[in-house]
């Protein structure tokens, strides 16, 4: 009878998502990813950018380090009316040359000073390849999604179109009721509106990643049936430890300090006076030369140079005080992802071993019970739907775990996503809404916009 093929199909759609299949993808890395990786730390613009500007702030030091260029220059000088060079003591024509001296140990600290902004510059690098890592990962992992989903709801739709068919035959045969053919009928428009969203999305995660590893829109990727539920053998601890050494966030705020320090020791010696060293030779024609040496002290103003030092020293406690927030927000970050993580790892067992299966003997309960004549259609048609929910909301889970872990490689300050956005039983082919305590995760901003603000 229609309606148990309708649960054969049924069971066999949830059997394909149990334990084998997904253990299977488990055992092998994926080399399509890791090739997409690999292609896109290599033509990112975004990275190839945050390089150069590493480059241009390397050279910054040298610049700082050094003196400020000599100056020549000529100068006539006339005693009276009319040109008198030769006949007047006083009417003299020079060369003139001078040369800045800072304070000694300026330059040192001016030099040190760049060279720890310099080094700055290192961390954003670093941030942009995690970040564009973690959006390749993000987008590949989305792209599964969309396809599964998109394969589920075809499955499905065939199923309903089969129960459709069923439905109407009986209900022109006056044996089914009419509630029983509409049923079927909106389940399986509803499907092919649900496969249209799934594809689509698919197609906008496609050009995503492509445009991260700069290939055209539509050169089509490769991905896995499903995804799997990785295990992480690290204890939380050293799973905090992992992110703080890997956080450039982190290592900015602590390099901010060192620059900081070192800021405020040229403050302090900014109070000291530079010099400048002249000489000049002097032509007065017949009459015999002459030269001139001076020597000039430029002193600071006292006022400017204290309020400079109390700049300084406020940076540097500021720069103290972020150390410790990037630090509790970054273990913030990773203990809600971790508790995600948790969670997700466990709604998927759930739905593997339980969920799902209990799903198929529902379903094939109800078509027995259906046949027997003990129960109306409706009861099997509510069966394959809280199925296809079901196998929605493990797919979801499923990804949901694969994308927060990269975040978590990622070393993310932004919170992880909402725990209660992991069973949506909805049909969406994104996973998480709003994120905990903040909103969405956006695009990548520097890592050393904090520690850098005002100093450049």
Known sequence: MPVRSLALAVGAAVLAASLPAYADVAARPDRVLQDLIDEALAHSPQLAAAQQLERAASARPVQAGTRPGPTVGVFYQNDGVGPSLGREPMTMLGVSAGQEIPYPGKLGLRRQVAQADADLAAFDVQRVRLSLVASVKR?????????????????????????????????????????????????????????????????????????????????????????????????????????????????????????????????????????????????????????????????????????????????????????EDVRLRLRSAVQQRLALLDAAAAIEATYREGLLPQAEVAVQSAAATYAAGRSSQIAVLEAAAAVLEDRTDYLRVVAAHAIELARLEEASLEPAMGIDSLLMHGRSSTVGGASMGSPAEGSVSKTTAGSTSGMR
């Open 139 to 323: 987008a590949y992992y989305g792209l599964v999604l969309a396809r599964g989903l998109a394969g589920l709801a075809l499955e499905h739709g065939k199923v309903w179109d089969e129960v459709r068919e069923s439905a109407r035959v009986r209900f022109a045969s006056a044996v089914g009721s009419q509630q029983d053919m509409l049923r079927a009928q909106i389940e399986g428009t509803r499907l092919n509106a649900i496969h249209a969203q799934h594809h689509a999305e698919a197609r906008a995660r496609l050009a995503e990643i492509n445009a991260l590893v700069g290939r055209p829109s539509d050169t089509p990727i490769e991905t896995p049936a499903a995804l799997a539920v990785a295990a992480d053998p690290r204890s939380p601890e050293e799973i905090v430890a992992a992110a703080e050494a890997a956080s450039p966030e982190l290592k900015a705020a602590e390099q901010a300090i060192a620059r900081d320090q070192r800021a405020l020791d040229l403050a302090r010696l900014e109070i000291k006076p530079d010099f400048n060293v002249e000489g000049a030779a002097i032509n007065r024609g017949s009459l015999p030369p002459m030269w001139q040496v001076s020597a000039k002290a430029m002193l600071p103003s006292r006022a400017r140079a204290r309020a400079a030092v109390a700049e300084a020293q406020a940076r540097l406690a500021a720069s103290k005080a972020r150390v």
